[in-house]
């Protein structure tokens, strides 16, 4: 399970340009096997927003049919209730879709209403692509909107408004390290305030342009930290999306023992909601269904000096009570009346897995490592992108550990805390998808009975404020989504599951 530190170094991926560009019948013929097979899976929502990113690139002659039809598919999108648990990213690309759209509606008009109507809501849909892509943590696509809305305030001749948003561009330019994006802006900056806008001008704008770069330190001092948990559940059933929650709040304690650091945190007396059965409101326990039990306590793990991972404490003792925490709670909390026996023993099933000693070390140790020692000695340049491969639980099967692809980066500054104490934080973004080669080894050897096959896909994206002279973590934010189907041909068996947790620290 240990990552180590990373000794990686960036990573520039050439796009592959293919001879043979795809045509409308190639898209077309995948959607048909993918909506007649499994329409709810991230590879079906992927290929209605490929098709309609297509159809906006045409030939403008033909845009009002070939617009209507990518408004078409990303319509499907929309009203897919899968799309808000298992292609959260794809709301960015969305709203990305919408602004091109109405950009090209307002070429192809001859109409200066419709065409002022269609800029202005082009504005809009750029407005909220900002927001989803912010909310992504895909910043560089974030400040690529920013710009659509300066330009559509261009294209409305609103020069005040236009300027304002694509010095907003800059700002963020400047505060993400995207150079190349603030290089190209100056220039229609300057062009826009009619001043000159050749090289030279553009370099003098450049010359204070921030060059960040990051060398991440393990520093900690025994102390103690009040951590809140809050994770939000989500999944589809019966075409409908249905939510849970689970929080806890307790104290962690750091000290030193010998040549180790021991992390502990106070078990407390208060009940704990495993956040298992979905509640849209407080009266309400939602429809017959459970989501796998959540942990919301921590084992007592033990780190040598360096901050390297060493062990799990008392791991076994931990585990019992936990799992008989939790089976309590579900028995407790489970909604009454008819169809309530199988979402119960599914979510008592869940339980001996995922609370199992085996899964609990692995959960502690992947906390640990995204949180701390993967970045121990690291140097990170803003704005680069870093890859390295590291086994990982699988989201939704946290039994199993199989190889993942990590896409990771050092993007801005922020301050650790609300309050203003001078001293800055880091934030680290990092990207994690189950490599296709480890999955299959892991699937090829499950035993599945009349032929029916098994197929997974999951996400993790992890967010991590840290202090960089001591890794000490201020926020460690995760979101997972995973799609698992059963079944021969077509699948008879679904499940669509995400979570969101986020876990603050406030030091005392």
């Known amino acids: 399970m240990a990552m180590g530190a990373l000794t990686c170094s960036c990573e520039h991926t050439p796009t592959a340009v293919s001879p043979h560009p795809p045509a409308a019948a190639d898209f077309q013929a995948t959607l048909t096997g993918l909506d007649h097979a499994e329409p709810n899976s991230p590879a079906a929502l992927e290929a209605h927003l490929e098709y309609a990113d297509f159809l906006v690139e045409q030939d403008p002659g033909v845009c009002g049919q070939g617009l209507d039809l990518a408004q078409s598919q990303v319509q499907v999108v929309s009203a897919n209730p899968a799309a808000e648990v298992v292609f959260p990213g794809g709301w960015a690309r969305v709203a990305d879709l919408q602004y091109r759209i109405h950009r090209g509606r307002a070429v192809c008009t001859a109409d200066p209403l419709v065409r002022q109507r269609e800029l202005q809501s082009a504005v809009k849909a750029a407005q909220s692509a900002v927001q989803a892509y912010r909310d992504a943590f895909d910043y560089a696509s974030m400040a690529v909107a920013q710009f659509n809305i300066a330009a559509t305030y261009h294209a409305l001749a609103d020069d005040n408004d236009a300027i304002g948003a694509l010095e907003g561009a800059i700002e963020m330019d400047r505060e993400f390290g995207l150079r190349t994006d603030a290089q190209d802006n100056y220039g229609v900056l300057l062009a826009w305030r009619k001043q000159p806008p050749g090289p030279e001008q553009v370099a003098q704008r450049m010359r204070d342009f921030p060059n960040r770069s990051v060398t991440l330190k393990f520093g900690w001092s025994p102390g103690e930290a009040l951590v809140t948990i809050n994770i939000a559940h989500a999944k589809v059933v019966e075409n409908q999306v249905v939510h849970a929650q689970s929080a806890r709040t307790f104290a962690r304690r750091i000290r030193a023992a010998g040549d180790a650091w021991v992390v502990s945190d106070e078990t407390g007396d208060d009940p704990i909601d495993f956040g298992v059965w979905p509640r849209e409101t407080d009266q309400d326990v939602g429809p017959v269904a459970a989501f796998r039990p959540t942990l919301l306590r921590f084992p007592t793990i033990e780190l040598t000096a360096?901050?390297?991972?060493?062990?799990?404490?008392?791991?076994?003792?931990?585990?019992?009570?936990?799992?008989?925490?939790?089976?309590?709670?579900?028995?407790?909390?489970?909604?009454?009346?008819?169809?309530?026996?199988?979402?119960?023993?599914?979510?008592?099933?869940?339980?001996?897995?995922?609370?199992?000693?085996?899964?609990?070390?692995?959960?502690?140790?992947?906390?640990?490592?995204?949180?701390?020692?993967?970045?121990?000695?690291?140097?990170?340049?803003?704005?680069?992108?870093?890859?390295?491969?590291?086994?990982?639980?699988?989201?939704?099967?946290?039994?199993?550990?199989?190889?993942?692809?990590?896409?990771?980066?050092?993007?801005?500054?922020?301050?650790?805390?609300?309050?203003?104490?001078?001293?800055?934080?880091?934030?680290?973004?990092?990207?994690?998808?189950?490599?296709?080669?480890?999955?299959?080894?892991?699937?090829?050897?499950?035993?599945?009975?009349?032929?029916?096959?098994?197929?997974?896909?999951?996400?993790?994206?992890?967010?991590?404020?840290?202090?960089?002279?001591?890794?000490?973590?201020?926020?460690?934010?995760?979101?997972?989504?995973?799609?698992?189907?059963?079944?021969?041909?077509?699948?008879?068996?679904?499940?669509?599951?995400?979570?969101?947790?986020?876990?603050?620290?406030?030091?005392?």
């Open 306 to 508: 360096s901050g390297d991972f060493k062990a799990v404490n008392e791991l076994a003792a931990f585990a019992r009570q936990a799992a008989a925490d939790a089976q309590t709670a579900i028995h407790e909390h489970a909604p009454q009346g008819e169809g309530t026996a199988a979402p119960r023993l599914a979510a008592l099933r869940n339980l001996q897995i995922d609370f199992s000693p085996k899964v609990i070390e692995y959960g502690a140790r992947e906390n640990y490592e995204l949180e701390s020692a993967m970045w121990i000695g690291a140097t990170l340049q803003q704005g680069m992108r870093y890859q390295l491969i590291a086994p990982l639980p699988l989201p939704g099967a946290p039994h199993i550990v199989v190889y993942h692809q990590l896409d990771f980066s050092f993007t801005r500054e922020v301050p650790c805390t609300n309050q203003p104490t001078g001293h800055s934080c880091v934030e680290l973004i990092v990207r994690a998808s189950p490599q296709e080669a480890a999955l299959d080894d892991v699937l090829g050897v499950a035993d599945l009975p009349n032929g029916e096959s098994l197929h997974y896909a999951s996400a993790t994206t992890v967010r991590i404020v840290t202090d960089p002279e001591t890794l000490r973590p201020y926020l460690h934010e995760t979101r997972r989504y995973w799609y698992i189907t059963l079944g021969k041909n077509i699948p008879d068996k679904m499940l669509m599951e995400s979570d969101h947790s986020v876990i603050a620290f406030t030091y005392r």
